[in-house]
T-cell receptor, first 109, second 117 residues
Framework: AQRVTQPEKLLSVFKGAPVELKCNYS??????LFWYVQYSRQRLQLLLR??SRESIKGFTADLNKGETSFHLKKPFAQEEDSAMYYC???????????FGQGTRLTINP | GAVVSQHPSWVICKSGTSVKIECRSL??????MFWYRQFPKQSLMLMAT?????????EQGVEKDKFLINHASLTLSTLTVTSAHPEDSSFYIC?????????????FGPGTRLTVL
């Protein structure tokens, strides 16, 4: 069964501190992993995907197949990073997304 | 960028009535759209895949007679909650994919909050 687990519902860090949002997944094949972000009063939007291997807004995420993880990292958090973050999985070639429970990130000034 | 709209943004209805929610792709065509449901403080759960010109595909545990989906055009999918009950109160979100460079990107609507009294 496909499953995405985000162990932290809430995460609070100070501005300038490193941040890591954890995501673990369960999938029998080769998944596509995504991070979606939802800022206050805005719709869900794609932050990054593992196949792109790019950094968006200073965030990076590396797919670790051995640990079945796709943690989201940023070395220096900014106040505008405060948002709800969802890790999501799709089977290769599929468009249906399975979401984790989400982590609410708060960056304190 | 691609924009997906939903209408209405919120709706309150009486128990036993039916409610229709629209999902539109404003500047692109979508042969497939997806409907998600989100309960308070919970994650998004896929309900069904809406297919233009054919029947929707429902996820396990989702009653197709309860949640009617119609995808009559390349820019519009509708979700009708029939005989709504208070337990159907939720946030309903649709998404539509845009394919570019060989990869799909899902664009989400703003969601519709349904409250059934």
């Amino acid at each position: 069964a496909q499953r995405v687990t985000q162990p932290e519902k809430l995460l609070s860090v100070f501005k300038g501190a490193p941040v890591e949002l954890k995501c673990n997944y369960s999938y029998s094949g080769s998944p596509e992993l995504f991070w979606y972000v939802q800022y206050s009063r805005q719709r869900l939007q794609l932050l990054l995907r593992h196949i792109s291997r790019e950094s968006i807004k200073g965030f990076t995420a590396d797919l670790n197949k051995g640990e079945t993880s796709f943690h989201l990292k940023k070395p220096f958090a900014q106040e505008e990073d405060s948002a709800m973050y969802y890790c999501a999985l799709a089977g290769l070639g599929a468009q249906k997304l399975v979401f984790g429970q989400g982590t609410r990130l708060t960056i304190n000034p | 960028g691609a924009v997906v709209s939903q209408h209405p943004s919120w709706v309150i209805c009486k128990s036993g009535t039916s409610v229709k929610i629209e999902c539109r792709s404003l500047d692109f065509q979508a042969t497939t759209m997806f409907w998600y449901r989100q309960f308070p403080k919970q994650s998004l759960m896929l309900m069904a895949t809406s297919n233009e010109g054919s029947k929707a595909t429902y996820e396990q545990g989702v009653e197709k007679d309860k949640f009617l989906i119609n995808h009559a055009s390349l820019t519009l999918s509708t979700l009708t909650v029939t005989s709504a009950h208070p337990e159907d109160s939720s946030f309903y979100i649709c998404s539509a994919p845009v394919v570019a460079g060989g990869t799909d990107t899902q664009y989400f609507g703003p969601g519709t909050r349904l409250t059934v009294l």
